[in-house]
């Protein structure tokens, strides 16, 4: 998987779950809520080895301890039923390529 863009960005994607899948899963689940972030994609269906559903924002900023960034969810069907998980998207560059910190 990979996601081309123009110019540098970067930035920091958090995940907050309790749900019980996979590492990989996990780390595609966030690949996917970043990617969507880079697109400006609102939602999109997903699936992996352990889960299927759908990630969704609505391009609201959120906080999750003391971080914060565009709020993504994911209703997920998985082995162990349905989960509900949270990710935080914070670009660190503005989307311009200029590389800043706002942390």
């Not at 779950?17 to 899963?25: D, L, Q, V």
């Not at 906080?63 to 990710?87: I, M, N, P, Y």
Request: charged content about 25%; aromatic content about 12%.
């Amino acid at each position: 998987m990979s996601v081309n863009n123009r110019g540098f960005r970067w930035g920091v994607t958090f995940l907050s779950t309790s749900t019980a899948i996979s590492e990989e899963s996990r780390e595609e689940l966030v690949y996917h809520a970043t990617g969507m972030y880079l697109r400006k994609e609102g939602e999109r269906e997903v699936k992996g080895g352990d889960y299927e559903g759908i990630v969704s924002t609505v391009w609201k900023y959120d906080v999750l301890g003391s971080f914060a960034g565009v709020r993504f969810d994911a209703e997920l069907q998985t082995e162990e039923g349905k989960a509900h998980l949270r990710f935080l998207v914070s670009e660190q560059t503005g989307g311009r390529g200029i590389a800043y910190s706002q942390n």
